[in-house]
């Protein structure tokens, strides 16, 4: 069966500085990768996304997140986070062999960014 | 740009009320999902439809029921409130066709509370 793992609950970073939340998933074909991130009291808007060919997929915001076979991680990075970065960030992972059917997601990450 | 809306951001019942929450998109998408958020538990998938009429369950369908009467709009039913079904309550929506089938939009959530 699929899942998701995502190895941190909370991080704190400083304004300024630099992120990575890591994924791990686990599925036997390739895997369709998301990230979502969920503002307080939100719902949730995708990040970015990949489905094939190149490994580092840039999204919106200024986040990119790189697609790891060996390690089987889809880790999201930003070189320079914003206090508004703040929220919760879901990994997830699609069956690309059922379309249609719901999204596998992790228990997320929780980031905190100090002044 | 894809609009899933939320009958209530937040909803105070009692205990053995029948509740329901209302979603609705906007375009035209055949998938819709609901999900429930919990801390440190992440989205647990309650029911899916892909299409009117049609219905999946999820991973936690206990409690729950769904209609969906019109491709628009997708409810979730709980027969008899209980404490335990205390929640963010999400809905979501993908598109038709290939990759799309996995973009999952999402709607604000509605928060609810069960006394």
């Known amino acids: 069966a699929q899942s998701v793992t995502q190895p941190d609950i909370h991080i704190t970073v400083s304004e300024g500085a630099s992120l990575e939340l890591r994924c791990n998933y686990s599925?036997?074909?390739?895997?369709?990768l998301f990230w979502y991130v969920q503002s307080p009291g939100q719902g949730l808007q995708l990040l970015l996304k990949?489905?094939?060919?190149?490994?580092l997929v840039q999204g919106i915001k200024g986040f990119e997140a790189e697609f790891k076979r060996s390690q089987s991680s889809f880790n999201l990075r930003k070189p320079s986070v914003h206090w508004s970065d703040a929220a919760e960030y879901f990994c997830?992972?699609?069956?690309?062999?059922?379309?249609?059917?719901?999204?596998?997601f992790g228990k997320g990450t929780t980031l905190s960014v100090s002044s | 740009d894809v609009k899933v809306t939320q009958s209530s951001r937040y909803l105070v019942k009692r205990t053995g009320e029948k509740v329901f929450l209302e979603c609705v998109q906007d375009?035209?998408?055949?998938?819709m999902f609901w999900y429930r958020q919990d801390p440190g538990l992440g989205l647990r998938l309650i029911y899916f439809s892909y299409d009117v009429k049609m219905k999946e369950k999820g991973d936690i369908p206990e409690g729950y029921s769904v209609s969906r009467e019109k491709k628009e709009r997708f409810s979730l039913i709980l027969e008899s409130a209980s404490t335990n079904q205390t929640s963010m309550y999400l809905c979501?929506?993908?598109?038709?066709?290939?990759?799309?089938?996995?973009?999952?939009?999402f709607g604000p959530g509605t928060r609810l509370t069960v006394t």
């Open positions: 979501a929506s993908t598109g038709t066709g290939g990759l799309l089938t996995y973009e999952q939009y």
């Open positions: 990949y489905f094939s060919g190149d490994t």
């Open positions: 997830a992972v699609g069956d690309a062999n059922q379309a249609g059917t719901a999204l596998i």
């Open positions: 375009m035209d998408h055949e998938n």
């Open positions: 599925y036997g074909a390739t895997p369709y």
